[in-house]
């Protein structure tokens, strides 16, 4: 008989244990700190870098427009026609002359002053007969032999920019030119790529800026009004900041930083905010996984030295009761988990399999969707084919029979390329020109269009539009837009459809009609969204359409007219001359 085991009462020593905690903590602190303020470092001088980059070309645009524009008083000062008009004092085609004017040279609007200051010729004709005598663009004209430039802030906050010029006759004063300079357009252009921007004048005041309400207000001014407005929130901002540079300014409560560049033109300056939020989403991702790697080691750690002290505790109560029913409670949930695992096996092969189910439904119902056309237009030539043959006219029943032919064709060209809405590519690409595959795409609906008794319009270019698709595809596209056309004008009393089709740097058809228009645009592309009562559509034709638009390099756009109706827009590239040489 062996002799009993007398387990060591002596308790285990815990303090080099703490130590290693502590000093493990004290290298992942260490290590997140030295990590938060490189990358911060630098993912802040890389945000700055292409902020300067932007800020130095929105300078460039600007000072672009601002020179274009200083020539056009010097020219139009020097026209016969202005000059004949201000000394006759004949105006009766001088608004008109301004106004073909207006394209050529890309101002903002154009204005005639004679020596009172009224205004005898304008291309805004509400203007006309106004008197500006006291204008700034007037009285600096007067006081100067050459170009001059004008800033007016106008009553809902907003500034003016124009050049202006006298016009003389023999030395005498006969009138003043004055172009009008559209400076407001870059304030959208920049909203779109940065956080903000603002221009200031000489003075310091803000004439351009992406915010409205920071006009004719000093970039102090501005910021405090849309900045924090109390302690506590700076606080509690720079709180969340912790892992960012300390901010130049805040924007709307938000932490940016700054960037200012000179405009070489009359003092101004230009300065945008960018926000660092950015720089803190990157920087937290990767913080968020060294603190994740010192997590797990920890873990393991503790899971290491719990498991130690377990069983040690095991060896002093290997034989007690309590242990022996701990055993049995553990057995007995070891069964219970085995159980749910296997449940849990058949509800994963139960979605499995009703995955399979959806995919499978909603290919039949792509299916159904882009077949329906071709069947109902198949039922128009056999009717048709019928009646010619009663009528013992069977050359124009077998051109009906080879449309048909064709029609079956295209029926299976669609079922082949109806997988284009799951992955993208194609291989029937070719140079095609997109007139035919819009006249093509007409054919196909002839049938409908005069059963609907629909008006069509079509514009097109003389010139070929060459692009680079698959003809399958693109006239695919161009019918679902037709159908959705008609379907849209079907409550209307004298329906109609306008097919424009235009060629510069791209491609561009218009479908435009003048049905119902659109309720939801956000969720129009979606796969399944349909405002067609139930059985009269799936929802697919714009969900497949615009990917294979997208497929093609090009671009599928809606929007509502203004007289009501809805407009699509077809965007593809065109093939260049060059472009087919390199290929």
Do not use: C
């Not at 700076?234 to 900041?241: F, H, L, M, V």
């Amino acid at each position: 008989m062996k002799p009993p085991i007398i387990p060591d009462p002596s308790p285990p020593r815990r303090w080099p244990w703490r130590v290693a905690a502590a000093f493990a903590v004290i290298v992942a602190l260490s290590v997140v700190w030295v990590t938060n303020t490189l990358l911060t470092e630098r993912f802040t001088e890389s945000t700055r870098n292409r902020a300067e980059v932007r800020l130095a070309l929105y300078s460039g645009n600007l000072m672009s427009a601002l020179q274009r524009a200083s020539v056009v008083p010097l020219l139009l000062s020097r026209d016969p026609a202005l000059i004949g008009a201000l000394t006759s004092q004949e105006y009766s085609q001088t608004t008109q002359r301004l106004i073909s004017y207006l394209d050529e040279i890309g101002a903002q609007s154009l204005m005639l002053l004679d020596r009172d200051g009224r205004a005898v010729a304008a291309t805004d004709r509400e203007r006309l007969g106004s008197n500006h005598r006291q204008e700034p663009y007037f009285v600096d004209a007067l006081r100067n032999d050459g170009t001059v430039f004008s800033l007016v802030q106008r009553e809902s906050g907003a500034f003016a920019f124009s050049y202006s010029r006298r016009i003389e006759v023999g030395g005498a004063l006969t009138g003043v030119i004055v172009v009008g300079v559209d400076l407001r357009q870059f304030e959208s252009s920049w909203a779109g790529f940065s956080d903000a921007v603002l221009v200031t004048n000489s003075e310091g005041q803000i004439i351009l800026a992406t915010e409205s309400r920071w006009r004719g207000l000093s970039e102090d001014e501005a910021l405090a009004r849309r900045s924090a407005t109390g302690a506590i929130e700076r606080a509690i901002q720079a709180t969340n900041d912790w892992t960012a540079l300390p901010a130049d300014a805040y924007v709307a409560g938000e932490a940016v930083m700054r960037q200012s560049t000179r405009i070489p033109f009359q003092g101004w300056r230009m300065t945008s905010f960018t926000t660092s939020a950015s720089v803190r989403e990157r920087v937290n991702g990767v913080l968020a996984l060294e603190i994740m790697g010192f997590a797990l080691l920890i873990a393991a750690g503790s899971f290491w030295a719990s498991r130690r002290a377990a069983s040690r505790s095991n060896f002093f109560q290997r034989e007690s009761a309590d242990l022996r029913a701990l055993n049995v409670a553990l057995q007995r949930e070891i069964a219970e988990r085995e159980k749910a695992e296997k449940n849990l096996e058949v509800a994963e092969q139960t979605v499995a399999q009703t995955s399979k189910l959806a995919v499978l439904g909603e290919m039949s119902a792509s299916v159904s969707h882009e077949l329906n056309q071709p069947l109902a237009a198949m039922k128009t030539y056999l009717a048709g084919a019928r009646l010619l043959v009663q009528r013992k006219r069977p050359d124009e029943a077998l051109a009906s029979f080879h449309r048909i032919d064709d029609l079956i064709e295209r029926m299976g060209a669609i079922t082949r390329q109806l997988k284009s809405y799951a992955r993208k590519g194609g291989d029937a690409f070719e140079t095609l020109d997109l007139r035919n595959s819009l006249s093509a795409a007409l054919a196909m609906m002839e049938p409908q269009l005069k059963a609907r008794d629909v008006a069509i319009s079509r514009s097109v270019p003389g010139a070929p539009v060459p692009v680079v698709a698959d003809r399958i595809r693109v006239e695919q596209v161009i019918v679902n837009l037709l159908r959705n056309a008609i379907d849209a004008t079907k409550d209307t009393p004298d329906p109609r459809i306008e097919l424009i089709l235009s060629a510069g740097d791209n491609a561009v058809l218009t479908v435009r009609d003048n049905g119902t228009g659109i309720k939801d645009l956000e969720s129009l592309f979606e796969p399944f969204y349909t405002t067609k009562a139930a059985g009269d559509g799936t929802g697919l034709g714009l969900a497949i359409s615009s990917g294979i638009v997208a497929d093609l390099g090009g671009r599928l756009t809606a929007r509502n007219a203004r007289d009501g109706g809805a407009v699509f827009e077809m965007s593809l590239p065109i093939r260049s001359d060059m472009q087919e040489a390199a290929e």
